[in-house]
C-alpha cells in the first residue's frame, strides 16, 4: 500500500468525503484509530468490512497500533461516514483519523 | 409393587439416564471459549475443526471416545451470530455396557445476541446471550429428543490478557412427548489468556489459556452431581487461522457414583473468512 497521502477533504459537502485528487493516478491514504481489536483475527474481520466500500482499493488493519489504514482509488468519493459505518459493522469503535503509525520493525 | 421390583426399576431408570446424559456430555462445545461475549463481525464465517480424545469411566470400565466437532458460524448482523455444529463419533475403548457406535450425532443450531459492547483504548468489554437447541434429525437420534440451552457469556479484554465467562443452562435430552428433560444442566466456564506478540511473526499471536470449567448435573432419576474441569492450552492467532489446544483434567465430586469423566484432550483448528 502506497503511503503518499493525495486526499483532499472536501469541505462543502454535509458529511465529510474524501477525495482523491482528480488530476492523479495514484491511490490516496486516510487512516484512522480503532478501538476493540486485539488479535490478528481481529484485523481481518476489519478489512474484509472496509473493502467492501466502493471506492476503496486496500485496507490494513493492526491490532497493536490500534487503527485501519485505507487505501482510496484514485478519484474515489468515500465518506468519513461510510468507514466509521463499516468499523461498526465489524463490532468495533472508530476513534479520530490520524496520520498512519510508522512500523519501524 | 414389591420392594425387589421397585429396586430394579429404580437401577434402570438411573442407568437409561446415565445413558442417555451421556450423550449430553459428550456432544457440548465446551473448552477454548475466549471470544464468547464478544459477537464476530457482520458476514463474517468461521469454520471450527476439532478433535476430542475423552475418557469417561462408569465404575471400573473405561470408555474412549474420540470426537470430532465440525463448527460453522455465520454473523448475520453485528449483533446477532448463528452456529451450526454437528459431532462425528467414533468409539475407541468401549468396556461398559452402553451400546456405541460410530456416527454422526445430532446437530446443535444456536443464535447469539449482542447486548452490550463497550471499546475503549485501554479495554473491550462485551455481554452476549444465547439460545440453541439440539434436534433430532437424523434416524439413530436419541430417544428422538432435544437439548435446549441458553446462557449468558461476558468478555474483558484489558490491554493485551483476555477475561471470558460463559454461564449456560441446559435442559438434557428434553422429551417433547414425556414433557421432561433427563438432566437439567448448569455449565460455567471461565478463560483466562494473555496474547504474546511473537517477534519476526508479523500477525502472529501466541496465546496461552487457562480455562476452568464447572458443571452441576440434576438429573430426573439418581443424584445430582457436580464435575469440572482445569485445563491449560493455549492458542496460536493469525489473520485467518487459529491453532488451538487443551488438555482438561477432570476433577469429580465425590457424589459423582456413575459416569466419571477422565481427562480429555482437544486439538483443534479454526478457519476465518
Known amino acids: 500500500m502506497s503511503t503518499t497521502a493525495n486526499s483532499v477533504f472536501a469541505a462543502s459537502s454535509e458529511k465529510p468525503v474524501f477525495v482523491s485528487e482528480k488530476d492523479t493516478t495514484q491511490n490516496s ?6 478501538y476493540g481489536m486485539d488479535c490478528p483475527g481481529c484485523q ?3 478489512e474484509k468490512q472496509v473493502k467492501k466500500i466502493d471506492g476503496v482499493a486496500d485496507a490494513k488493519a493492526s491490532f497493536k497500533e490500534k487503527q485501519v489504514i485505507v487505501e482510496l482509488k484514485a478519484g474515489a468519493n468515500v465518506s468519513e461516514e461510510e468507514i ?11 476513534g479520530k483519523k490520524i496520520e498512519p503509525a510508522k512500523n519501524e520493525e | 409393587m414389591n420392594q425387589p421390583k421397585m429396586k430394579n426399576k429404580i437401577l434402570s431408570l438411573t442407568l ?3 445413558f442417555l446424559f451421556s450423550f449430553g456430555i459428550q456432544t457440548r462445545a465446551e473448552g477454548i471459549s475466549v471470544d464468547a461475549g464478544l459477537t464476530p463481525a457482520q458476514d463474517r464465517i468461521v469454520v471450527r475443526l476439532q478433535y476430542r480424545n475423552m475418557l469417561n469411566r462408569i465404575g471400573d470400565n473405561d470408555m474412549v471416545m474420540h470426537m470430532m466437532p465440525v463448527v460453522v458460524v455465520y454473523g448475520l448482523s453485528s449483533d446477532v451470530t448463528v452456529m451450526l455444529r454437528n459431532v462425528y463419533r467414533a468409539v475407541g475403548t468401549n468396556e461398559t455396557m452402553m451400546e456405541m457406535d460410530n456416527r454422526w450425532m445430532d446437530p446443535f443450531l444456536m443464535g447469539k445476541v449482542k447486548l452490550y459492547r463497550r471499546n475503549t483504548r485501554v479495554y473491550s468489554l462485551g455481554v452476549a446471550g444465547f439460545a440453541g437447541t439440539s434436534f433430532p434429525i437424523l434416524n439413530k437420534s436419541v430417544s428422538k429428543t432435544y437439548s435446549p440451552m441458553i446462557g449468558l457469556n461476558a468478555s474483558y479484554r484489558p490491554g493485551l490478557w483476555s477475561f471470558d465467562l460463559n454461564n449456560a443452562y441446559e ?12 438432566a437439567r444442566q448448569l455449565q460455567v466456564n471461565l478463560a483466562v489468556s494473555r496474547n504474546i506478540i ?6 502472529w499471536v501466541l496465546a496461552p489459556v487457562q480455562e476452568f470449567s464447572f458443571v452441576r448435573n440434576n438429573p430426573v432419576f ?11 492450552g493455549f492458542q496460536l492467532v493469525s489473520p485467518h487461522v487459529k491453532f488451538e489446544s487443551l488438555y482438561q483434567i477432570a476433577v469429580n465430586s465425590s457424589g459423582n457414583s456413575g459416569l466419571k ?13
Open chain 1, 29 to 34: 491514504i486516510v487512516c484512522y484509530e480503532v
Open chain 1, 44 to 46: 481481518s474481520a476489519l
Open chain 1, 84 to 94: 466509521e459505518k463499516r468499523i461498526k459493522k465489524a463490532n468495533f469503535t472508530p
Open chain 2, 16 to 18: 437409561l439416564a446415565a
Open chain 2, 171 to 182: 435442559w438434557v435430552n428434553y422429551n417433547t412427548v414425556e414433557n421432561q428433560s433427563t
Open chain 2, 198 to 203: 511473537l517477534t519476526g511473526i508479523e500477525n
Open chain 2, 222 to 232: 439418581g443424584e445430582s452431581s457436580s464435575f469440572g474441569f482445569i485445563s491449560p
Open chain 2, 261 to 273: 469423566n477422565g481427562n480429555r484432550f482437544i486439538v483443534g483448528l479454526r478457519f476465518m473468512f
